[in-house]
């Protein structure tokens, strides 16, 4: 079955620290691959996303991702947390010729002082 | 440019009663899409719209409905409202093209009491 998986439901990471969040697909072709960040009461913003080409993807706020065809996966990183990025953060897949994203469950994340 | 827009932001509606929510998509997006958010269910596809067709539709009851408008605006229905249909309601726009960028308004919130 087609699906987006998000394994950590929670990470809390501290500031300055690094952050990845993992995400993976199951698909029988190569989607399109969105991360989406939700702060509580917002709307989705989208960090990045990729479609084809370079596989190191470079989103807003200091953020990026990396494609790997072999692995199934798109995993988010940013360098250097700052408390501004705890919210909840979406994986996200729309398949060729379809035109609605399937959503991982999400992962929150909590920054630390 | 406008982002997409969304009204009301927040309602309470009573079981039983029926309520409308609209969307602006950003200018120049013919696609319009909404999905529904729920602590339970995480985010889910509703529709989605193109130049006034319906193209897809989730997984939900005939209670949902929509429509799109000429100059691409978007009304969603829910009818005869139950409890379980409290949730963020997010709308969602993008050119119209499979893999385009997919932009999302604040939602609304919808509480069923």
């Known amino acids: 079955a087609q699906s987006v998986t998000q394994p950590d439901i929670h990470i809390t990471v501290s500031e300055g620290a690094s952050l990845e969040l993992r995400c993976n697909y199951s698909?029988?072709?190569?989607?399109?691959l969105f991360w989406y960040v939700q702060s509580p009461g917002q709307g989705l913003q989208l960090l990045l996303k990729y479609f084809s080409g370079d596989t190191l993807v470079q989103g807003i706020k200091g953020f990026e991702a990396e494609f790997k065809r072999s692995q199934s996966s798109f995993n988010l990183r940013k360098p250097s947390v700052h408390w501004s990025d705890a919210a909840e953060y979406f994986c996200?897949?729309?398949?060729?010729?379809?035109?609605?994203?399937?959503f991982g469950a999400g992962t929150t994340v909590t920054v630390r002082a | 440019k406008a982002g997409v827009t969304q009204t009301p932001r927040y309602l309470i509606k009573t079981r039983g009663q029926q309520v409308t929510l609209s969307c602006s998509p950003i200018s120049g997006h013919r696609s319009v899409s909404w999905y529904q958010q729920t602590p339970g269910q995480g985010l889910q596809f509703l529709f989605e719209?193109?130049?006034?067709?319906?193209?897809n539709k989730g997984n939900f009851p005939g209670r949902f409905s929509g429509r799109q408008f000429s100059n691409s605006r978007s009304e969603m229905n829910v009818s005869t409202l139950e409890l379980g249909d409290s949730a963020l309601y997010l709308c969602a726009s993008t050119s119209g093209g499979s893999g385009n960028t997919i932009y999302f308004g604040e939602g609304s919130w919808l509480t069923v009491v």
């Open positions: 996200a897949v729309v398949p060729p010729n379809d035109y609605k994203l399937s």
């Open positions: 698909y029988g072709a190569t989607p399109y």
């Open positions: 719209y193109f130049s006034e067709t319906q193209r």
